[in-house]
């Protein structure tokens, strides 16, 4: 995660030095802006304990592989704090590698859409790049998909379904303010959903699973102001 971060944050600001920056006494526009990210979700997992069944063949932490994620929104800006409503959509699916440890035979993904309110505070130490950190909660609707079987006939744990979860997630980034009404950005994410149930089997009985969900990504962004 830091690696990739590090990468963007080059990449971008590398890309930002051959554009002119807006002049110093050029204050950054306030008020409604709209607002859309997408990245990389680098580390993801399905995390299965405590209220799940006993007899789980499934892991208690289920590593996903990586996956892409988006949002879009609007937002009000104060000046240094910033609040936004988004709007967004995220897909993992399993690392079957890992998940067949053992002799399994395992397939799986997750899917999401998002609705989030946030709230972000911004450091202003030059005319151009602001470094921000805030984080929001929310709802999200995940589509879960996994089984781990094992042995003739199989037999193991697996689901299908679909359930509301509450969402977090605490964000840390810079934004480059290329224009007074114009910021590009990159961020780091980390995000957690819980609250899920999902109906399927163990061993051939029905069960109910928990998991909660969690995720680490890399965001590209950009805001523009009205």
Not at 36 to 54: E, H, I, M, Q
Not at 61 to 72: A, H, M, P, S, W
Not at 196 to 209: D, I, P, Q, R, Y
Request: net charge positive; proline share 4%.
């Amino acid at each position: 995660m830091t690696r990739l971060l590090t990468i963007a944050l080059a990449a971008t600001t590398a890309a930002l030095a051959a554009a002119p920056a807006f002049a110093q006494d050029s204050e950054p526009r306030t008020g409604i802006y709209a607002v859309v990210r997408g990245g990389l979700v680098d580390d993801s997992n399905l995390k299965f304990k405590g209220n799940n069944p006993a007899t789980s063949r499934l892991q208690s932490e289920t590593d996903l592989k990586r996956g892409f994620t988006g949002e879009i929104g609007a937002g009000l800006n104060f000046g240094n704090f910033r609040l936004e409503t988004t709007f967004g959509y995220g897909k993992t699916s399993l690392d079957v590698g890992k998940a067949q440890a053992g002799g399994f035979t395992a397939s799986g993904r997750a899917r999401q859409l998002t609705f989030d309110t946030s709230g972000y505070v911004e450091l202003p130490i030059g005319s151009v790049v602001r470094p921000f950190l805030g984080g929001g909660i929310g709802l999200a609707r995940v589509n879960g998909e996994l089984s781990r079987v094992t042995g003739t006939p199989a037999v193991g744990s697996r689901f299908d379904d679909k359930d509301w979860g509450f969402r977090w997630h605490t964000d840390v980034g810079i934004g480059f303010q290329v224009t007074p009404s114009t910021v590009l950005e990159v961020s780091g994410r980390y995000e957690q959903t819980s609250g899920l149930k999902f109906s399927g089997t163990t061993a051939g009985t029905a069960a109910t699973f928990r998991p909660k969900l969690q995720s680490r990504s890399v965001l590209f962004g950009l805001r523009q102001a009205f």
